[in-house]
């Protein structure tokens, strides 16, 4: 499982106590005090529903590959970035950032060809993308914006629509804050 401190993280993000997440699990508080001290691991059933809870992919609360001696914390390789986000079509997330400890977190999002998200998403974040390739149309309210390579964008806790009715995948590297992944 990832660390107590990404667990933490995670929770504190969503308000939730530690006495309502040990609730919510089904478990006691000490176990779950436990849990994010690294002091107890959690079984595959516990993951799943951990992950439900936090409204996460479980393969973020699995454990991390292995790392090279000093790599822990400060090296994320590319085929060791953890999946994120929320499973939404057309959305593949995945945690560039080394852990969830910082007051933010990076993720870097793949907008799959002609997928849109369907509902307003508002998050209670400070985020800021950079796209990297690729066409993708954001609307906040009224406005809509086209952005590609190079092009950044910021969004404050308010709603909004992604959308790509390209031919081509676009990507973008997002730095969140705080933490919600």
């Known amino acids: 499982m990832t660390s107590g401190a990404d667990l933490r993280t995670l929770r504190k993000s969503r308000a939730l106590t530690l006495a309502q997440l040990a609730e919510a699990m089904g478990r006691s ?7 994010e001290r690294d002091v107890s691991r959690i ?10 809870i936090l409204d996460v992919a479980p393969s973020l609360l699995r454990q991390p590959q292995a790392v090279a001696p000093g790599e822990e914390g400060r090296i994320v390789r590319a085929d060791r970035r953890r999946s994120v986000g929320h499973r939404r ?25 002609g997928k849109s998200l369907a509902e307003p998403l508002r998050r209670e974040t400070q985020e800021i ?15 809509k914006f086209s952005v590609g390579p190079g092009d950044s964008f910021r969004i404050r806790n308010e709603p909004y629509l992604w959308a790509n009715p390209y031919a081509e995948s676009a990507v973008a590297l997002w730095v969140i804050s705080p933490p919600i992944y």
């Open 29 to 35: 508080l000490g176990w779950m005090s436990q849990v």
């Open 43 to 52: 079984n595959s059933e516990d993951l799943g529903k951990l992950a439900k």
């Open 89 to 113: 079509d057309g959305l593949i997330e995945a945690l560039i950032s080394p852990d969830l400890t910082d007051s933010f977190e990076i993720v870097h999002s793949t907008f799959l060809p």
């Open 129 to 143: 993308g950079f796209m990297l390739s690729g066409r993708l149309d954001l609307s906040f309210g009224d406005q």
